[in-house]
């Protein structure tokens, strides 16, 4: 009976999502002040009607609810309570409620938070945000219904699929999910602008932090994917170029290159028509997004047919591609940038080559993700393009960006001369030529060379501004050090906050370029009491353990590692497989690690003899890896810095705040 | 059991519905959004300008621009910054004291940090007291319409797109082409 209710309501927030759109475009047109309240109302009760939904969803899931199918397809008694919650967003429909529901709940934070703001704007934002809501409605209630019945009931589940009981499993989409449905409130933003004929800076401004909050987001939803990936798939790398990823990697190269160009918007006037372009190729890449890793286009051209949503998704992105388009053409004369660019030896200009590189990247990554499907298409013959088709093309555009990313930031806003070139690049161009020559006498390959040299002038010139800013309010200020560095963060986060997330970028690229060319790894069997070498280390396999746990049989072998050169044993490491009850034939592995600054010992068990005495394990080093996961840390904190609201924004908040006050 | 289940859905259908519809039931006329979209603007865009000059300061502080281009790109950002005003102030002379309101609210609603209160406003004051000065000499055109006429060439004008100087009679700014807003000499 509950059940029914979740099904029900879901009806009534489609009609109130339809409803909301239309007093929201209505509102905005006339300003109609009771229209418009009724359009945040219908966001607010779409968002409680959705929630309710999701909480008999839930409810449910805990309570072996297995004449719902869902359940039953993607949960079992055994199941421990953690995994009950995260398989919400284990299965199809599941996880389109759970979109739903987190895309609902933003769009309400979003209207709570600016519902005395934006007063001419705000309308066509709940508009917009509805629509996506609307969508997503209609795929429940009419194409998955994650209230369907099986018609009798099961005594017990299938279980969830294995490769999503890790911990990793239950925050990685949950962050991925928040940056996809995070990028349709900038999109809502400058759809609202386009609409609403404010295409000045306003829209600009406001949606600055609303596209850093879910950009950070989508990056650590990437980068604990990769470690997922790491830590669970046990094939010695963290990233592989699937389509998969892809999906989650294609909007945040967007987002990024969109996070930078409204930069240049807010400081220079320019690029107005590129930032709507921008905004609106995240949110497509992110809806084709969702789409791929669902109707399974992109395995097979023919599971599309198959699968229930794909028709849907295939209907809403043609309506986001041309929607947008007839409204950007009939805008255009409206984004006329108000200057040109000065020079090329300037900061937008720098800005912009940015923006070709990340939207060449995105192209890339595009391309190659969708080749197997129009070969299909033309040829009837699938022809896959992997990882060294995306390595050889996007590594050096990479590198290049890299590159800028040190470039960029020295250079001044409209021109910089030649004498303020050389005394911003003199320090950071020595430091990266000694590290290229460090790199060249201890490990002779070219990419390593110029890949490190890059990350050391990147990290040098971030340092310099650094101690450039701190001086600079030293001297007007008389600041002790850490003072000047706090109230740099406070005053200027944006700036300051960025190039602590580019430190992490940093890393990220210095872990990769380790795992790229230093890696080293081996394949053995080992009897007990056997070791192996690999590196400066030695392996000995000490045995096999079982561990019954409630759905899973573990096996965990245990290996220690010395060091070769003193004999001391460094660690003991346990790569483990589980064999789950419901799906023996999908063991899972769980690496065995060693992790330290330098580099990692990574052990990965493939099989066993039953009596346990001797057992085949690959074995990795991977050079420099946990500086991917440190980056990740860096990410984040700089982002918060970036996105925190310090004094002269509210400041401006206020002012517009009481600018709007006779008209309420 | 099924009837019961259709019936607490339906109720939560109502209330939802009623919540959403509510605003449009209410009686007499209906209220009219009224906001100055110019004036939004004018106040966006001078709020973007006195961002860029403190950019533009900061960055000459640190090196990344020298003296001479820092002293061109400043004047030309001051002006349009003096441009704008002129224009806020002519479409709505109220804004005059909208800073001092401004700076009362921000007091009301600020977390008394004392030791924090120091260095922003030096900045932002120092910019807004500079500006002010030259306003001050603009602020007498509505204040003398007839000299409006005879006398237009005292009266500095500034484009707001690129802070070049314009003569008052001009539609358009001669460096950018921008259309420039009439100096109207009875305020609105």
């Known amino acids: 009976m509950i059940f029914d209710i979740g099904h029900l309501i879901l009806m009534t927030a489609l009609v109130l999502a339809a409803f909301g759109i239309i007093a929201g475009y209505f509102g905005g047109q006339r300003r109609n002040t009771r229209l418009i309240t009724s359009s945040f109302n219908a966001v607010y009760a779409v968002a409680v009607l959705v929630a309710i939904s999701a909480g008999i969803l839930w409810y449910g899931l805990f309570t072996d609810a297995f004449q719902l199918s869902y359940v039953w397809n993607h949960s079992e008694r055994a199941l421990p309570t953690f995994y009950k919650f995260s398989a919400l967003w284990g299965g199809q429909a599941g996880s389109l409620l759970f979109w739903c529901l987190l895309l609902s709940g933003f769009s309400a934070v979003v209207a709570f938070a600016n519902r005395h703001k934006h007063q001419v704007l705000m309308p066509y934002v709940n508009a917009v945000l509805l629509t996506t809501s609307l969508f997503f409605l209609i795929l429940l209630v009419f194409a998955t219904d994650p209230f369907k019945r099986v018609g009798f009931v099961p005594p017990d589940g299938q279980g969830l699929n294995p490769l999503l009981q890790n911990y990793w499993m239950i925050i990685h989409p949950v962050m991925l999910y928040l940056g996809y449905v995070g990028m349709a409130v900038p999109f809502a933003f400058a759809v609202g602008a386009l609409l609403s004929k404010r295409l000045g800076n306003e829209w600009v401004r406001t949606v600055r932090r609303w596209t850093l909050i879910p950009w950070l987001f989508l990056s650590l939803g990437i980068i604990m994917g990769s470690q997922w990936a790491y830590m669970e798939l046990g ?114 200009a720098a800005f912009l080559a940015n923006n070709w590189l990340f939207t060449g990247i995105a192209f890339a990554t595009l391309w190659g993700t969708f080749f197997p499907m129009f070969s299909e298409i033309l040829t009837g013959q699938r022809i896959s393009v992997a990882a060294p088709f995306f390595n050889k093309v996007n590594g050096p555009l990479f590198l290049m960006l890299l590159l800028l990313m040190g470039v960029a930031p020295l250079l001044g806003w409209r021109h910089t001369s030649l004498s303020a070139f050389r005394k911003q690049f003199t320090i950071p161009t020595i430091i990266a030529l000694i590290t290229a020559a460090l790199v060249f006498v201890f490990a002779r390959s070219l990419y390593p060379m110029i890949g490190l040299a890059i990350c050391a002038f990147v990290t040098a010139t971030i340092v310099q501004e650094y101690v450039r800013g701190a001086m600079a309010r030293r001297v007007t200020t008389g600041e002790n050090i850490f003072i000047a560095i706090t109230r740099l963060w406070s005053r200027n986060g944006r700036r300051y906050g960025g190039y602590i997330v580019h430190i992490g970028i940093v890393m990220i690229g210095v872990a990769i370029i380790g795992n790229e060319f230093y890696q080293q790894s081996v394949s053995v069997t080992l009897a007990r009491g056997e ?134 | 059991m099924l009837w019961t289940g259709i019936l607490i859905a339906l109720l939560l259908s109502v209330v939802a519905i009623v919540a959403v519809v509510w605003p449009l039931l209410k009686k007499g006329p209906t209220p009219v959004l009224v906001e100055d979209d110019r004036l939004t603007e004018l106040l966006l865009r001078k709020e973007q300008v006195l961002v860029q000059i403190k950019e533009l300061e900061f960055d000459y502080r640190v090196g990344k621009l020298d003296e001479e281009d820092y002293q061109r790109f400043d004047e030309r950002l001051r002006r349009q910054a003096v441009g704008l005003i002129q224009q806020i102030e002519q479409v709505a002379p109220e804004s005059a004291g909208l800073d001092a309101t401004l700076e009362s609210e921000i007091q009301k609603r600020r977390v008394v940090k004392p030791e924090e209160s120091t260095p922003a406003p030096a900045v932002d004051a120092g910019i807004e007291a500079e500006i002010a000065s030259r306003r001050r000499v603009a602020a007498a055109v509505p204040a003398q319409p007839s000299a409006a006429n005879g006398a237009a060439e005292d009266v500095p004008r500034f484009c707001t797109e690129c802070g070049s100087r314009v003569a008052a009679q001009h539609k358009f700014c001669a460096s950018c082409g921008a259309p420039l807003a009439e100096l109207a000499t009875t305020p609105q």
Request: proline content about 5%; overall charge negative.
């Open chain 1, 235 to 348: 094939w010695g790398g963290y990233w592989a170029w699937d389509p998969v990823e892809n999906a989650s990697f294609l909007p945040w190269l967007t987002g990024t290159a969109f996070l930078h160009s409204i930069i240049i918007q807010e400081q220079r006037g320019i690029l107005k028509v590129w930032n709507v372009v921008l905004i609106w190729l995240t949110y497509f890449l992110v809806i084709l997004g969702t789409f791929t890793t669902r109707s399974g286009v992109l395995e097979s051209v023919h599971s599309f047919a198959r699968s229930d949503v794909g028709p849907y998704f295939l209907g809403f992105l043609i309506i986001i591609v041309f929607g947008f388009l007839w409204l950007l053409f009939d805008r255009l004369p409206l984004l006329r940038g108000e200057h040109q660019i000065d020079s090329y030896s300037s900061r937008e």
């Open chain 1, 531 to 664: 070791t192996v070498n690999l590196g400066h280390y030695e392996l000995e396999y000490a045995g096999i353990e079982t561990d019954r746990q409630p759905n899973l049989m573990e096996f965990s072998a245990r290996l220690l590692v010395y060091d070769t050169d003193s004999g001391q044993v460094l660690d003991t490491v346990h790569p483990k497989r589980n064999i789950y009850d419901k799906t023996p034939d999908m063991p899972t592995s769980e690496v065995g690690l060693r992790m330290t600054p330098f580099e990692d010992v990574y052990v990965v068990l493939n099989g066993w003899d039953n009596s346990g005495s001797s057992a085949t394990f690959t074995i990795y080093v991977n050079p420099l890896t946990m500086w991917m996961w440190v980056g990740g840390i860096m990410i984040a904190i700089g982002t918060l810095i970036a996105a925190w609201p310090h004094a002269a924004h509210r400041r401006t908040e206020t002012v517009r705040s009481l600018v709007y006050a006779p008209g309420d």
